[in-house]
Antibody, heavy 121, light 110 residues
C-alpha cells in the first residue's frame, strides 16, 4: 500500500526559508514523478512543481521559479521541498502527491497528510 | 501557466445530477487527454475521482463521470448524496512536466 508521510508543522518569520519532507513507502520510489501542491487559507489547490525521483530532474510552477527547490534522497525514499524568502502569502497547507504505483497516468493518486506552514512575524 | 476556470459553486438536491465545468486552453485541457478531478473535504487530503478525462479509479462510485469537449472538461455527479458535498478541483497536464489546477468548485447538497 503506497503511503506518503510528511514532516510536521512549521512556523517561520518573513524572509526565512522552510524545508518540508515527504517519505514514500509501499512502491518503487524511483519509478513515479512526485508533486508538491499547496492550499492557502480560503484559496484553491496550487501545483507547485514536480520532481523525478530517478534522476532528480525538476520542473517548477512559473510563479515560484527562483524561490522553490525540490530535491530527493533515494537512500531514504524521501523528497524535500524548500521555499525561500518566505512571505505571508506562503502560509498554506503543503501536500506531496504521486501516482505511487498505480496505473492512473498523469494523476495524483496518493497524497501525504499535509504540512502546515505559517509565515508570521 | 494560468489556472483552469471552474465555477465557484454548484448545488443540487439529493438524487439530482450536477455538472461542473473546467475550461482551459489548447495548451492544457484541449491538448492532452490527461484531465483529472479531485474531491477535497476540509482538513483531509484530496482524493482522486477521475483520471484521463473519464476513467474512474478503483473504489470511486460510478455516479461520478467525466468528459471533455475541446478546451472544456466536465465532471458529472449523478444521484447526488450528502457525502458528495465537498470542493472539487480539475487538473490538467500542460506539457513539459507542468500540471495546472482549476480554481475549485464548492459543491453543496441542498
Amino acid at each position: 500500500q503506497a503511503q506518503l508521510v510528511q514532516s510536521g508543522a512549521e512556523v517561520k518569520k518573513p524572509g526565512a526559508s522552510v524545508k518540508v519532507s515527504c517519505k514514500a513507502s509501499g512502491y518503487t520510489f524511483t519509478h513515479y514523478y512526485m508533486h508538491w501542491v499547496r492550499q492557502a487559507p480560503g484559496q484553491g489547490l496550487e501545483w507547485m512543481g514536480t520532481i523525478d525521483p530517478s534522476d532528480g530532474n525538476t520542473r517548477y510552477a512559473q510563479k515560484l521559479q527562483g524561490r522553490v527547490t525540490m530535491t530527493r534522497d533515494t537512500s531514504t525514499s524521501t523528497i524535500y521541498m524548500e521555499v525561500s524568502s518566505l512571505r505571508s502569502e506562503d502560509t498554506a497547507m503543503y501536500y506531496c502527491a504521486t501516482r505511487g504505483g498505480s496505473s492512473y497516468s498523469y494523476a495524483m493518486d496518493v497524497w501525504g497528510q499535509g504540512t502546515t506552514v505559517t509565515v508570521s512575524s | 501557466q494560468s489556472a483552469l476556470t471552474q465555477p465557484p459553486s454548484a448545488s443540487g438536491s439529493p438524487g439530482q445530477s450536477v455538472t461542473i465545468s473546467c475550461t482551459g486552453t489548447s495548451s492544457d485541457v484541449g491538448g492532452y487527454n490527461y484531465v483529472s478531478w479531485y474531491q477535497h473535504h476540509p482538513g483531509k487530503a484530496p482524493k482522486l475521482m477521475i483520471y484521463e478525462v473519464s476513467k474512474r479509479p478503483s473504489g470511486v462510485p460510478d455516479r461520478f463521470s467525466g468528459s471533455k469537449s475541446g478546451n472544456t472538461a466536465s465532471l458529472t455527479v449523478s444521484g447526488l448524496q450528502a457525502e458528495d458535498e465537498a470542493d472539487y478541483y480539475c487538473n490538467s497536464y500542460a506539457g513539459s512536466n507542468v500540471w495546472v489546477f482549476g480554481g475549485g468548485t464548492k459543491m453543496t447538497v441542498l
